[in-house]
């Protein structure tokens, strides 16, 4: 299977992280790896570093990865957690300036069709 | 004896933030998300647990580790924004400042590293409205006194500020009239170091 572009989905929520997740892989399939994280360190509303960095782990894929995040915190963490991963992978990871849900579903989308990280983001973001 | 000063600022930070976690969090809920106080205690709890470990370092690699772990705590956007100015003045001072222009040039370090991270300035009604000008003042060679009058200036001066970053930038007009919750915990934090350097 050649590798496409993976997709995280970041959410104060992750309800709302699931919840989008899971209509990702009922529009689009298995085509493409998808994680999602929400919530702080205790539970809460919030986003954090360490779990963005792990879901992005997750799904890592040469071809790059497309973050989708929802407000304000979620986007400073998730800049930190691209910052913070080894050997340089960062470079290969953006994140998408489009709403949560309809950006992931577009991005997913446009993925599943082998298209470069920057379709991908272009994609999501032309929404 | 900079283990002890390390030890005695994260005490004395962590113990400033944990007494005013409500109020942070009431003035977050005024024009934020309402989490500001919750997830600065969260952080500032697991720096204090941190502590021995952390003033063992060398004093720019203590605050670097001071930083990380507010970034992997703290669970909000001040987690990022407060580790990225403890790290940013952690390498820019590999020793403790003996003067004013040292650690002015660290503080400015520190917030050159908050202005990248939150892709912000000054009068956008966030920290840096207190960080900004107290650096300044520290540049110009304020003392302790100086410092703390310059901080709580700032931060009432962030009341008459319309919002233009986060979520508060969201209510536009509606944000003016309110204190930001960034500034009021940056100078707390600052009245915190303040009090420690000057009983040294």
């Known amino acids: 299977m050649t590798e496409n572009v993976s997709i995280v989905i970041v959410s104060h929520s992750p309800d709302v992280a699931k919840g989008a997740a899971d209509m990702v892989r009922q529009m689009v399939g298995e085509e493409v790896k998808v994680a999602w994280c929400g919530g702080n360190p205790d539970g809460g509303l919030g986003t954090n570093v360490e779990s963005i960095l792990r879901a992005i782990e997750q799904v890592w894929s040469p071809k790059g990865v497309a973050v989708l995040v929802d407000l304000g915190g979620a986007e400073t963490n998730s800049e930190m957690a691209i910052e913070m991963l080894s050997g340089g992978r960062g470079a290969n990871v953006q994140i998408c300036d489009a709403p949560v849900v309809e950006g992931a579903v577009m991005a997913a989308t446009e993925a599943a069709s082998g298209a470069s990280l920057e379709a991908v983001r272009a994609t999501a973001e032309d929404f | 004896m900079a283990q002890e000063t390390m030890l005695a600022l994260i005490g004395r930070c962590s113990g400033t933030i944990a007494a005013h976690a409500q109020g942070l969090t009431a003035l977050d809920q ?25 003033a063992a370092l060398p004093f720019g690699e203590a605050l670097q580790k001071a930083g990380m772990t507010l970034v992997m705590t703290v669970g909000g956007a001040s987690g990022p924004l407060y580790g990225s100015l403890l790290i940013g003045m952690g390498k820019a001072a590999r020793e403790m400042p003996r003067t004013s222009a040292e650690a002015a040039a660290m503080l400015d370090a520190g917030v050159a590293a908050v202005k990248a991270r939150g892709k912000s300035d000054a009068g956008a009604k966030t920290m840096l409205d207190v960080l900004v000008p107290v650096q300044a003042a520290l540049a110009a060679g304020a003392g302790p006194a100086q410092i703390r009058e310059t901080a709580d200036a700032a931060l009432a001066a962030t009341r008459d500020m319309r919002a233009t970053k986060g979520r508060a930038a969201f209510l536009g007009e509606r944000s003016v009239g309110h204190l930001d919750p960034g500034a009021r915990s940056s100078a707390l934090l600052i009245h915190a170091v303040c009090d420690v350097l000057e009983g040294l």
């Open chain 2, 30 to 54: 005024a024009i934020g998300d309402g989490d500001h106080g919750l997830n600065m205690a969260r952080g500032f709890n697991a720096l204090a647990a941190a502590a021995q470990e952390i």
